[in-house]
């Protein structure tokens, strides 16, 4: 894991920014590369590098210049098919240097050109400038797992694995992006599309590369998961190639030259990759475990987990004063809000890790893949079913359709939605589009578009995957929105303490198989068959919905009972708890005196949520970010 760093002017132009401004950019990812430091300067162009060294300790340096010359890297990220790709590049003629990955990619690209992503497995964001033909490609792994991103500064393009890297460059002038901005209140999520909170600032999605040459710069999606389920296995096959895919990813997952730990929260997605650890890595297993609230069931769980596997085990408690600490603090590292409460605990626990390995394999994506949110997994039947209600069209009994009726007015207030992305957006708000005209100062609200720019995002990703049931389309839109704002915040939140994180989940040759595999196997809804009429939350609160049905199948082969069943609980961060007690007297401090708050909210609103935060909830979560935030960034401006 790296910190990558590019300034790329148009051929035959000098890139404007000297030396120490370009170290300061590069040494602002610090944190990301703390092993070693490269720079690479050559007629229009400038790389820098900062590094983490995980494999080939003494080698590895970049920026890395290829054996003829023609083409400069600078790279992020692990590739898992190193070996094979190193023996097919070798029988074509090409003679390593290196045990390093970082040798793999640049003769990938040599061989291979642009197609050179088909070939890699593993997470990765780069950068190539090839001289021959005075092109800058640029990707991004197909899940997002490393970030990469990007600006065009007058007729130069700048670009690197954190917005503040960009942010330190002499000729950027920092302002908010407020279409991102509310839809940051909305979901949580510091991107929309390839939008960032910064005017200007963009990123590749993932999946995409960017090629920039003669004057014009052109962004492709190269990969997505399967859009059609193939004739399907019987069930026990398709657990048992779970199992055996899973397995090899894990194995792939665990190639390091230094320790190796895991993520355990003792919920069956990481204590199944725990097991799995074990099968490849027969002795000295560490696990770690960290959460807001020492009665968690969470430590109770991944302790039992530990013991079983006969781990090396540590845990970490954060309180409410050093959580607060560590949010203000993680936000000006980072110069972006915080995605989610979680996002403290994992920098904290990464910090501890930090002491005894290099890596961390983590349960992250389980969920996205194999249905662990079961009703948002189900709901396109909800969708589907208003839309049949409000035409006349159910096919039901009307004692059914009335049934119906009920159940999703219950669960969503309406039966018809505009699009599927409305319904989507729906059943994932946290301050629905409703509220805002009465949140936001009308100024802001009108900048921000309405959110006609989010709403239409949405509704592309649904268009994209037309032809298919609408729980199909439910599930790849929850994989691409939900994963990526889930990869990304562990990359900043692990990349902030100089911990590689690993998801063998997100893995694509994992992926492509799973995506083929029927619904009915990930999520258990034999009750549906009988309930037709019913909304995913009504079907949920029968236990009717069971998630994750296949994991759970191998996870059963694998752990003990009480593990292997343990129902699906959030991560234990106390913050509603912490605004209403132990915050109460910031919070409202906060909101009443923040410059950028004042400015962007309306104060009416704004005293209403700082005089009750019991009240408020959740609410505050993003409204105090931005406000930290705003206030970090803007309220010198």
Avoid at 107 to 123: D, F, K, N
Avoid at 249 to 255: D, F, G, M, N, T
Avoid at 491 to 513: C, F, I, N, Q
Wanted: glycine residues 8%.
């Amino acid at each position: 894991m790296c910190g990558i760093l590019g300034i790329v002017a148009q051929p035959g132009e000098q890139v404007d920014i000297d030396r120490s401004a370009l170290t300061a950019m590069r040494d602002e990812m610090l944190s990301r590369g703390p092993d070693g430091a490269g720079i690479f300067e050559n007629r229009n162009l400038a790389f820098a590098h900062r590094r983490l060294a995980i494999r080939d300790l003494t080698g590895g340096h970049q920026p890395w210049v290829s054996d003829d010359g023609n083409c400069v890297l600078v790279y992020n990220g692990e590739i898992y098919n190193d070996d094979a790709l190193r023996d097919e590049l070798s029988a074509a003629g090409h003679r390593f240097k290196s045990r390093c990955d970082t040798e793999v990619v640049m003769e990938a690209y040599r061989r291979w050109g642009i197609e050179c992503v088909q070939h890699l497995r593993g997470m990765f964001a780069l950068g190539i400038y090839d001289f021959q033909t005075d092109r800058l490609f640029l990707a991004r792994d197909r899940f997002g797992i490393k970030p990469l991103y990007f600006s065009m500064l007058g007729r130069d393009l700048v670009f690197a694995s954190s917005v503040s890297a960009i942010l330190r460059h002499p000729r950027v002038s920092p302002m908010p992006n407020l279409k991102v901005a509310s839809h940051y209140l909305t979901t949580f999520r510091v991107t929309l599309g390839r939008e960032t909170m910064y005017d200007g600032i963009q990123q590749l999605q993932p999946a995409e590369y960017l090629i920039a040459e003669a004057g014009r710069k052109e962004i492709v999606r190269y990969w997505q998961p399967p859009q059609k389920s193939q004739d399907p296995i019987d069930y026990e096959s398709a657990a048992a190639e779970l199992d055996s895919t899973l397995q090899e990813s894990v194995r792939c997952h665990l190639a390091s030259d230094v320790p190796v730990g895991a993520f355990v929260s003792g919920g069956v997605d990481s204590n199944t990759i725990l097991s799995m650890m074990q099968t490849s890595q027969t002795s000295g297993l560490k696990a770690f475990c960290g959460g807001g609230d020492e009665a968690s069931p969470d430590f109770t769980y991944a302790r039992r987990c530990a013991s079983h596997f006969d781990c090396d085990y540590d845990e970490v408690h954060v309180d409410a004063g050093d959580y607060l600490e560590s949010w203000q603090h993680l936000v000006a590292q980072q110069r972006l809000p915080l995605s989610t409460p979680t996002d403290v605990i994992i920098n904290r626990l990464a910090e501890r890790m930090k002491q005894h390995v290099g890596v961390a394999l983590g349960g992250e994506g389980a969920d996205e893949l194999l249905c662990g949110y079961a009703v948002q997994h189900w709901s396109g039947r909800d969708f589907t079913a208003g839309q049949s209600l409000q035409a006349g069209s159910y096919k039901g009994t009307p004692l059914e359709a009335d049934q119906c009726r009920e159940s999703l007015m219950q669960q969503y207030g309406r039966l018809q939605f505009g699009s599927e992305g409305d319904h989507y957006l729906a059943l994932n708000s946290l301050i629905p589009t409703t509220v805002k005209p009465q949140l936001l100062q009308p100024w802001a609200w009108k900048l921000a578009e309405d959110d006609h720019c989010m709403r239409g995002h949405y509704d592309q990703m649904f268009g994209d995957r037309d032809g298919e049931h609408s729980h199909r389309k439910q599930a790849a839109v929850i994989h691409q929105v939900n994963l990526e704002a889930l990869l990304s915040r562990l990359d900043r939140s692990t990349m902030a303490a100089g911990l590689e994180a690993r998801v063998p989940y997100a893995d694509h040759v994992l992926v492509d198989k799973m995506f083929r595999l029927p619904m009915r196997y990930k999520i258990d809804v034999a009750e549906h068959e009988r309930a037709p009429h019913l909304s995913s939350a009504s079907l949920q609160q029968r236990g009717s919905l069971r998630s994750k049905r296949l994991l759970r199948t191998i996870a059963q082969r694998r752990l003990p009972t009480e593990l292997a069943s343990r129902k699906k609980a959030s991560f234990p961060t106390p913050v509603a708890n912490w605004f209403a007690g132990a915050w109460q007297p910031w919070v409202q401090q906060k909101l009443m005196t923040s410059p950028f708050a004042r400015n962007l909210f309306q104060a009416e609103p704004l005293a209403e949520l700082a005089s009750n935060p019991a009240a408020a909830g959740m609410w505050l979560w993003p409204i105090v970010n931005l406000s930290v935030w705003g206030d970090q960034e803007f309220a010198a401006a």
